[in-house]
């Protein structure tokens, strides 16, 4: 939410107000409005272009904040220079254009941060939510604002509203300093397991838990392999039809396209080897050990899921797995 109304109220204000802005304080001619605002365009656009590819070597973290207080920053010494008037139309410019190099960075990594930390049924509707809350608190506020500061005809009256815009995304930095989710290089099914993937792959209630220190089995010993499996394919099959299922994220929601069942033998035997090699391990090692960052969006669960479902692969604990036992084990 900071990450959101930060952007928005920055940059509805100095969008929707920059051709006033210059004409009213510089005398720019209307005519020549549409140039600066075309400066104003590249600026955004080379943010995101030159800067986009630390957020996943550098990190999320420090990135997004360096930029959102960076353009704070920036802003500021802008600010201060306009109202002591000891900038022109020139200099005005290339204090905005800097502000905005970094903010536009900042601001698509806020979208990112949105559809990355929220489990992937609820992404659309995270993204909708913020998106919509963001803009109307900030979005509406800032051009609002703005045209009437700036009608004023003060350079200290406009001040005010940069100084307000420094702030709300000064703010939004320091909140990604101490609640941002470290996403670069990561699964997002890692970051946020998928909804259903926790249900499927059932986690431990209380008539479930072991007695007596006694280890809980995911595959009961007298239940064929077959048979398992079967239950899992008709699991998938349920899944993959229209309308609101008992595993839905959103009761009531409907799914518009139907999932496909996709052969996962491969995957689940690298599951099975990786572990009978390594021993238990959790979800995001397993992982590593099996490369399912190549697999594609989604496999990795699906085949873990396969692979407990078919007795190849045990999970003991929330998120970690273990080799199927054998016979050098001993008595269950």
Known sequence: MALFIGQAFIYNAVTFDLGTLLSGFFNVASGAVPIYIALFAVSNFLGPLLLGRLFDTVGRKPMIAGTYIGSAAVLVVLTVLFVNGTVGKWGFMALLLATFFLASAGASAAYLTVSEIFPMETRALAIAFFYAIGTAIGGI????????????????QVAIGFYLGAAVMAIGGVVEIFFGVKAEQRDLEDIATPLTAEEAEGEPSAEDEPRDGAEKESVAPDRPREAVAASARERTRLRARFGPGSISSSPGMYVSTPIPAVPLA????????????????DRATLSRYVGARSWGPGRYGAALREAVASGRARRVGRSSFAPTRTERDGPR
């Open 266 to 281: 491969r995957e689940v035997g690298r599951i099975e080897r990786a572990l009978a090699e390594h021993g238990t391990t």
């Open 141 to 156: 506020t800032g051009p609002l604002l703005f045209a009437k500061l700036i009608e004023s005809g003060k350079e200290s």
